[in-house]
C-alpha cells in the first residue's frame, strides 16, 4: 500500500532506519473494535439528547463516516499478538484498571464525587439532563459525559447494584484497546514486560521538581502533580481520575500514529475524531496539529488528491451541530493567556495563576524536556511528529481554560503519548538505536518519573475506600448549581433549541 500521509520518513528506508514495532502494519480488526468502542455512546447521547430528524440524520452519517474508513482498512491475515501476549496485555488492563475510581474498588479520587454524581443524574433523570438554576433557567448537561451513557443504560435497566461492575468493564476495555494499539512486542518476554510497565508509570520527574521547588520532599503517597500551578499528568492520574477525558484521546491519537504512514489515515481520523466530540472536547484540538501535519505533508507529495474530501465533509457534516452542543454558553468558562510578567485578574483560580519564567523552565525540564533531548539523537523516523509533541508540551502552559486548567490535562496528552511511542522504540525495540549511555540516562529520568504514578497507585490501594453516591445530583455537590463547565445555558429560541435539541423535560433537575 502506497504512503500519503504524513511519516517525516519515506517507507522505503533500510532497515537500519527502522524502528520496529511502530511500523507494523495496523490491524484492521482492532482499528475496527476502536472506532465501535467510540461509536457506541454517540448512538446513546444522540437518540437521548437530540430530536429525532437531526439525531437519525446525524446517525446516518456516522455509519457512513464508519463504513468509509472500515472499507480501507488493511486487514492482515493474523493478529500481530500471540494468545500468551494478548492475555498478559488484557491481565494488565484489567489490573490496571482495578485502581481506578469509577468501579470504587479501592480509593476514589476527590473528583469521583462530581463524576458519581453525573452518573446518578443520567441514570435517574430523563434525558437529555437539564438542571433549573435559581433563577429558573434551563441549563443543559453537554460535557464530557460519552464515557457515562453506556453506563447509565445499565444503570436505568439493571439498577445501581451492579453498576461498579458495568464501570470497570467499560473501562478495562478502552485501555485494552489502549494497550493493543501501542507499538508492544508482539511475543511474550521481557521485552513486552518492560514496555507495559513503561505505559503504566510513564510520568515526567515531578519528585524532582517539587523537591526544587519547595526545598523539601513531597510526603507520600500524597499528589505530587501540582507543585506548580502546570501540570502534565501521569497516565495512570488520567486513568484514575478521568478516564471520561483520557480514553479517547489515547484511543484516537493511537489511532493517528497506527495509520500515519497509511491510505487510510484521513478516513480513520474523520471518523475518531467526530466519534470523540461527545466523549470529551478535548480530543479534537488535542490532534488538530497532527492532522494538519499529514494534510500538509499528503498534499505536498500527491497533490488535493490524497485527501477524501468526501469523508472530510461528513465529518464536519457531523461535527458542527455536536460542536455547537458542546459549546452552549461556554462563555462563563474562565480562560487566559498567561506568561511570567502577566498579573492575575481578581478571582482567577490557581491553575490560571502566572508563573515566573524560573518556575516555566522548572516544569518543562522536570516534566519531558530533559528525556526528549536525550532521545532526539536517536529518532531516525518520525521527527517531525516528534518535534512537534515537544513545540506543543513547550506552548501548553502559556494558554490556558478551566479551574483546572483542562488545556494542559487534556491537550498534552497526545505530545506525551508520542514521547511514550519514541521511548519505547527507542530503548525496547528489537532494532533498538540507543546507545548504552542514553539507555541508561533515559531509564534514569524513567524511573525518577515512576515515582508518581506510583504514588497514585498506592494512594488508591492503601486510602480508605468509600460507596459511590449516585443520589446526590451534580447540583447538589456543586453547591445549588452545576459549574459552567459541565452545564450551559439553553436559548430555547435559538436554533440549537428549537430545531435540534429535544425540549426542557418537566422532570429537570432543581438547581439552587
Same mark, same amino acid.
Given at each position: 500500500?502506497?504512503? +500519503? ?7 522505503d ?14 490491524d ?14 454517540? =448512538?446513546?447521547?444522540?437518540?437521548? %439528547? ?6 437519525? &440524520? ?14 480501507? *482498512?488493511?486487514?492482515?491475515?493474523? @493478529? ?11 491481565l494488565?488492563?484489567?489490573? %490496571? ?33 437539564y ?17 457515562f451513557?453506556p453506563?447509565?443504560?445499565f444503570?436505568? %435497566? ?16 478502552g ?29 515526567g ?6 523537591f ?8 507520600f ?12 499528568? @501521569?497516565?495512570?492520574?488520567q ?47 488535542? =490532534? ?34 455536536l460542536?455547537?452542543? *458542546?459549546?452552549t ?5 474562565q ?19 502566572p508563573f ?14 530533559f ?18 509533541? +515537544?513545540?506543543? =508540551?513547550?506552548? &501548553? ?18 505530545a ?48 480508605p ?12 455537590r ?8 459541565? +452545564? ?7 436554533? *440549537?433549541?428549537? %430545531?435540534? &435539541? ?8 432543581s438547581?439552587?
Amino acid at each position: 500500500m502506497k504512503t +500519503v500521509a504524513a511519516g517525516s520518513g519515506n517507507v522505503d528506508d533500510p532497515p537500519a532506519t527502522q524502528v520496529g514495532a511502530s511500523d507494523l502494519p495496523p490491524d484492521g480488526r482492532l482499528t475496527a473494535c476502536a472506532l465501535v468502542y467510540l461509536a457506541l455512546p454517540n =448512538l446513546l447521547f444522540l437518540l437521548g %439528547w437530540f430530536r429525532i430528524g437531526p439525531a437519525l &440524520l446525524l446517525l446516518a452519517v456516522a455509519v457512513y463516516l464508519l463504513a468509509a474508513a472500515l472499507r480501507v *482498512l488493511a486487514r492482515p491475515a493474523s @493478529s500481530a499478538y500471540a494468545p500468551t501476549a494478548f492475555l498478559v496485555i488484557l491481565l494488565t488492563s484489567a489490573l %490496571w484498571s482495578v485502581f481506578g475510581g469509577g468501579s470504587h474498588f479501592m480509593y476514589a479520587n476527590p473528583d469521583w464525587e462530581i463524576r458519581d454524581a453525573v452518573l446518578g443524574d443520567l441514570i435517574h433523570a430523563n434525558w437529555p439532563v437539564y438542571y433549573f438554576s435559581a433563577a429558573g433557567d434551563p441549563l443543559i448537561l453537554r460535557s464530557a459525559i460519552g464515557f457515562f451513557l453506556p453506563m447509565a443504560v445499565f444503570g436505568k %435497566w439493571f439498577g445501581l447494584a451492579h453498576l461498579d461492575l458495568a464501570v470497570y468493564f467499560w473501562t478495562v476495555t478502552g485501555v485494552l484497546l489502549f494497550l493493543l494499539l501501542l507499538p508492544l512486542q508482539g511475543r511474550i518476554g521481557w521485552r513486552l514486560a518492560l514496555s507495559l510497565a513503561l505505559a503504566v508509570f510513564f510520568s515526567g520527574m515531578d519528585l524532582v521538581g517539587q523537591f526544587i521547588a519547595t526545598e523539601s520532599w513531597p510526603e507520600f503517597p500524597l499528589r505530587m502533580e501540582w507543585w506548580a500551578p502546570l501540570s502534565y499528568p @501521569s497516565l495512570t492520574n488520567q486513568l484514575l481520575w478521568a478516564p471520561n477525558h483520557c480514553l479517547p484521546i489515547w484511543i484516537v491519537t493511537l489511532l493517528y500514529w497506527r495509520h500515519r504512514q497509511r491510505d487510510e489515515l484521513f478516513q480513520v481520523m474523520a471518523a475518531a475524531l467526530s466519534l470523540s466530540l461527545i466523549w470529551t472536547p478535548f480530543a479534537a484540538p488535542a =490532534l488538530l496539529p497532527f492532522a494538519a501535519l499529514a494534510a500538509i505533508t499528503a498534499v505536498r507529495r500527491h497533490g488535493c488528491g490524497a485527501i477524501p474530501w468526501t469523508s472530510c465533509a461528513a465529518a464536519l457534516v457531523f461535527a458542527l451541530p455536536l460542536s455547537a452542543f *458542546l459549546l452552549t454558553d461556554a462563555a462563563p468558562i474562565q480562560a487566559s493567556l498567561t506568561s511570567a510578567s502577566s498579573p492575575a485578574a481578581p478571582g482567577t483560580g490557581y491553575a490560571l495563576q502566572p508563573f515566573s519564567a524560573h518556575t516555566y523552565a522548572l516544569f518543562v525540564c522536570c516534566e519531558f524536556l530533559f528525556l526528549a533531548l536525550v532521545l532526539a539523537p536517536h529518532v531516525r523516523r518520525d521527527k517531525i511528529e516528534f518535534w512537534l509533541a +515537544v513545540f506543543i =508540551l513547550l506552548a &501548553l502552559p502559556f494558554v490556558r481554560l478551566g479551574p483546572s486548567n483542562d488545556l494542559g490535562l487534556r491537550l498534552s496528552t497526545p505530545a506525551l503519548i508520542v514521547l511514550l511511542i519514541v521511548s519505547l522504540d527507542t530503548l525496547l525495540g528489537e532494532k533498538r538505536l540507543a546507545r548504552r549511555s542514553t539507555l541508561w540516562i533515559a531509564c534514569l529520568f524513567l524511573l525518577i518519573g515512576a515515582h508518581t504514578a506510583f504514588n497514585e497507585l498506592w494512594r488508591a490501594a492503601t486510602f480508605p475506600r468509600r460507596q459511590p453516591d449516585y443520589q446526590q445530583t451534580l447540583a447538589e455537590r456543586q453547591g445549588g448549581q452545576p459549574a459552567a463547565h459541565y +452545564v450551559g445555558r439553553v436559548d430555547a429560541s435559538s436554533a *440549537l433549541g428549537r %430545531w435540534l &435539541l429535544r425540549p426542557v423535560p418537566k422532570t429537570a433537575i432543581s438547581g439552587g
